[in-house]
C-alpha cells in the first residue's frame, strides 16, 4: 500500500543553519511530491513541491530534491530564521485522484 | 483572491451527534479534498470531489459523506459521532496544486 515515512521527527537548528528534513516512499509511479509548513492552529501552507520530471527546484532559501531511483526525496532550508519554526510535512500523489499521503511530520525548531 | 474558506472554525459535539462541516475552495478551483489531521499526525485523506463527483475515498467508514455543489463549494457530514472523531478537519482546494483551507476542530466529548 501507499507508505510515506519522514525523518527525523524533532530538528533543533541555531538561526542561519541549514534544515534537511528526508521523505521516502513505497509507490514507484509517484510523480508529485508537495511540501507543507504548517503553523500552530493553522492549515498546511504549501511551501514547495516538485514533479518526477525534475531533480531538484529552489526557491529563494528553501529547494526540495528528488530521486526517483531511490524513492526519496529531500526539503533543504538554508540561512534558518526563527519564523522557519513550525511543523513540515512532505506528502506523496499516489493514484489518478488527487490523495495525497503525508509523512508523519518533522517539527522544526531555530533557535537564536 | 480569497482563499479556502472553512466553516465554523471550532464545534463541539458530544457522541452520537451529527455534523456538518462547510468548504469554499478558491475562486477558479472545481475539485475540493477532505483530509483529518488528528493531533500529532499527518492529514488522512477522506474524500475528493470534483465537478460534483467523488473521484476518491480514503479509508473512513461510511459515517462519513460529503457532496459538492454546483458552485464547487462542499460540505462534510460526519454521522453518530465517536470520540475518536476529534480531529481537524481541513477542506484542500485545487487546480493543479492542494491548498489547505484553516480547518475545522471538531472536539466530540
Known amino acids: 500500500g501507499e507508505n510515506v515515512e519522514q525523518h527525523p521527527s524533532t530538528l533543533s537548528v541555531q538561526e542561519g543553519d541549514s534544515a534537511v528534513i528526508k521523505c521516502t516512499y513505497s509507490d514507484s509511479a509517484s510523480n508529485y511530491f508537495p511540501w507543507y509548513k504548517q503553523e500552530l492552529g493553522k492549515g498546511p501552507q504549501l511551501i514547495i513541491d516538485i514533479r518526477s520530471n525534475v531533480g531538484e527546484k529552489k526557491d529563494q532559501r528553501i529547494a526540495v530534491t528528488l530521486n526517483k531511483t531511490a524513492k526519496h526525496f529531500s526539503l533543504h532550508i538554508t540561512e534558518t530564521q526563527p519564523e522557519d519554526s513550525a511543523v513540515y510535512f512532505c506528502a506523496v500523489l499516489f493514484g489518478t485522484a488527487s490523495k495525497l499521503t503525508f509523512g508523519t511530520g518533522t517539527r522544526l525548531q531555530v533557535t537564536l | 483572491d480569497a482563499g479556502v474558506t472553512q466553516s465554523p472554525t471550532h464545534l463541539i459535539k458530544t457522541r452520537g451527534q451529527h455534523v456538518t462541516l462547510r468548504c469554499s475552495p478558491i475562486s477558479g478551483h472545481k475539485s475540493v479534498s477532505w483530509y483529518q489531521q488528528v493531533l500529532g499526525q499527518g492529514p488522512q485523506f477522506i474524500f475528493q470531489?470534483?465537478?460534483?463527483?467523488?473521484?476518491g475515498r480514503g479509508n473512513f467508514p461510511d459515517r462519513f459523506s460529503a457532496r459538492q455543489f454546483p458552485n464547487y463549494s462542499s460540505e462534510l457530514n460526519v454521522n453518530a459521532l465517536l470520540l475518536g472523531d476529534s480531529a481537524l478537519y481541513l477542506c484542500?482546494?485545487?487546480?493543479?496544486?492542494?491548498?489547505f483551507g484553516p480547518g475545522t476542530r471538531l472536539l466530540v466529548l
Open positions: 470531489y470534483y465537478e460534483k463527483e467523488e473521484r
Open positions: 484542500a482546494s485545487s487546480y493543479d496544486r492542494q491548498y
